[in-house]
């Protein structure tokens, strides 16, 4: 198992320990100074910015045939795609975890990063024009699945910690987006899409999809 999904690991992602320990010796510093309302509101930052990059662990469900969300947030849109497949569309608010996670196990075939805008992520036009980063993801059975990190207005840099070519399990993390963004999900034909607009989705655990009867008999 990659060392990223480990129970033993840290609270919060790597990414953000230099922004939670900075902005503490900041506070540190300023009760030394006697500014206790600016010690307060540094202390208070160092927080927030914690619980942005909390990396809590997840337990993927142990069911054949079923597709995982690689993120948290909320399901913005499921729309059908032109090659017969799905995708699922799901907002990451600065409240909720930024850890990606990969909703199938297999192969990261391919890894395409795109430079581009900082829309806001929950508009259509984000999935175009915005700064984002491609995973393919080829299943043993040969499926194809794209996660795509799209950044939005405060995400301003995406983290990507796997390489193609490297095998992934159902639920591991490959990255993050940080400060509020969105991750897009491309099912291949074959796969039924069970959640719907609007509903809360939690990565590496939400069901959101899962192989039809004829994949899955396969």
Known sequence: MNKRNRSSRP???????????????????????????W?????????????????????PPEQPGVVLSPADGKVVEVAPTED???VVRIFLSPLDVHINRSPVEGRISSIQYQKGRFLAAYKEAASNINEQNA??????????????????VLARRIVCWSKAGDTISAGERFGLIQFGSRTD?????????????????????????RANHQTASE
């Not at 999900?185 to 590496?204: A, H, I, N, T």
């Open 39 to 59: 010690a307060a509101l540094f202390f208070l930052l160092a927080a927030s910015v914690a619980g942005f990059f909390r990396d809590p662990h997840r337990t």
């Open 11 to 37: 609270f919060i992602a790597r990414e953000g320990w230099g922004y939670v320990s900075g902005l503490s010796a900041i506070g540190l510093i300023s009760i030394l100074f006697g500014g206790w309302i």
């Open 185 to 209: 999900l491309y099912f291949p034909e074959g796969y039924d899409v069970s959640v719907k607009q609007g509903q809360r989705v939690r990565g590496g655990e939400t069901i959101v999809g």
């Open 84 to 86: 017969d497949g799905n």
């Open 135 to 152: 995973l393919v993801i080829e299943t043993f059975t040969g499926d194809n699945f794209r996660v795509v990190q799209i950044a939005g």
